[in-house]
């Protein structure tokens, strides 16, 4: 399901379950910021109830900001606290698949590096791509080697549904990923793990164009 245009917000920040960082807090203090969609990711190894608990707060802040709630990979989290859609990596779900489980009107988003898999995952029903890593980054292991710009580019050329660049991304390299076609970022660390995390999402938003269309419910 394409988006219409002006309906997915250019800025997503992704919530970090690491030790040592205030989840909720950064949440709540990007929220404040403006933050218009908060995508709810916990580690491999959380439970699913641990994972539940988590979506319920942030849905429930999202829901305060009217902002848009995602969640990353478990599907029946994204349903049972009442998300706007969820997020599939190449590990979970095919995209088709995650299409049936939230239905025809949520957003689904579909990890991919390559043309080819952006456009197989536009045929199956996803609503945007999150594209990368972009850039090194440090907040996930395994990841493969960062794609650049350029990279970013190929995929965005070949679909006609936005494009999210991910992974090692700063206020300063939003440019040149939004000039390679990027509608726009994936946010974790640089929001997260910043000394004030409030500051830290108005300095992506202020080099970000603006997004007007906040959704109700």
């Known amino acids: 399901m394409a988006v219409p245009p002006g309906a997915l917000p250019r800025l997503h920040v992704i919530t970090d379950t690491s030790p040592g960082v205030d989840t909720l807090g950064a949440v709540r203090a990007a929220l404040s910021a403006g933050a218009p969609l908060i995508q709810v990711r916990v580690e491999d190894a959380a439970t699913d109830r641990a994972a539940f608990d988590l979506a319920l707060r942030v849905a429930a802040l999202c829901a305060d900001h009217a902002a848009i709630c995602l969640v990353n990979d478990r599907l029946h989290v994204a349903l049972a606290v009442g998300a706007h859609g969820g997020h599939v990596g190449a590990e979970d779900l095919p995209v088709d698949a995650a ?6 009107k949520a957003i689904v988003g579909g990890t991919c590096r390559e043309p080819d898999a952006g456009r197989s995952h536009r045929r199956a029903g996803a609503s945007y791509l999150g594209v990368g890593p972009a850039h090194h980054t440090s907040t996930k292991d395994g990841l493969p080697d960062p794609l650049g710009a350029a990279g970013i580019r190929a995929v965005a050329q070949a679909v006609d549904i936005p494009v999210i660049a991910i992974g090692g991304v700063t206020p300063e390299r939003v440019p040149d990923l939004l000039d390679a076609g990027a509608h726009g970022v994936a946010v974790v660390a640089a929001i997260s793990r910043a000394a004030d ?7 992506f938003l202020k080099v970000l164009p603006s997004f007007e269309g906040r959704r109700e419910g």
């Open 99 to 104: 299409r049936r489980v939230l239905g025809p």
């Open 197 to 203: 995390p409030f500051e830290a999402t108005k300095s």
